[in-house]
């Protein structure tokens, strides 16, 4: 029996959730990339207007599935459809930003109320110490957002993402062994 497991990338524009997923599966990953018209908010020369995707083969049938949502609040309705269906999430954030235990809560709290209950960890996705995500993981806590696991990968190393991604998948192992 195969196996098909989805995980969602999510978290502001800019983030690396496309560079994510084509450092994970190479030239099989498809991106819904166009044009960034909104220069002001980000300088990016481009941005995700649909769902990114790539899959990795686990071997004997299975296969892990990554989707990647936009990061504009406008494309919120792609981002519901792809939390609809994914067994865990990764909210990416950079801690660095001004805003982002806020953002970060937000986005907890929207994989949270999500009715088919996907497992959620933070990764940091920029350069920080040990202390400074211990502080950002406390910040998260005093928000409200629970005792979630906060990670650290460069999302450009194949061998960081897998790893983070290895990391998902056995929690949710036990995630599904408790229920």
């Not at 409200?144 to 991604?165: F, H």
């Amino acid at each position: 029996m195969s196996v098909h497991l989805r995980v969602a990338l999510m978290g502001p524009m800019g983030i690396g959730k496309t560079t994510a997923i084509r450092t994970v599966c190479g030239d099989l990953a498809v991106d819904c990339d166009v044009p960034n018209l909104d220069t002001a908010t980000h300088a990016k020369a481009t941005t995700t207007v649909g769902a990114d995707f790539g899959e990795v083969d686990l071997g004997d049938g299975d296969k892990l599935q990554i989707y990647g949502c936009p990061g504009q609040e406008r494309f919120n309705f792609v981002r519901q459809w792809v939390l609809s269906s994914s067994a865990g999430v990764f909210v990416m954030t950079d801690l660095h930003e001004p805003d982002a235990v806020t953002e970060t809560a937000r986005l907890l709290a929207e994989v949270a109320s999500c009715p088919s209950s996907p497992l959620a960890a933070v990764l940091v996705s920029r350069p920080a110490t040990h202390a400074q995500i211990d502080a950002f993981a406390a910040a998260l806590m005093q928000r409200g957002a629970g005792l979630v696991p906060v990670l650290q990968a460069d999302v450009r190393d194949r061998q960081q993402m897998l790893d983070m991604l290895q990391v998902l998948a056995s929690m949710l192992s036990l995630k599904d062994e408790t229920v």
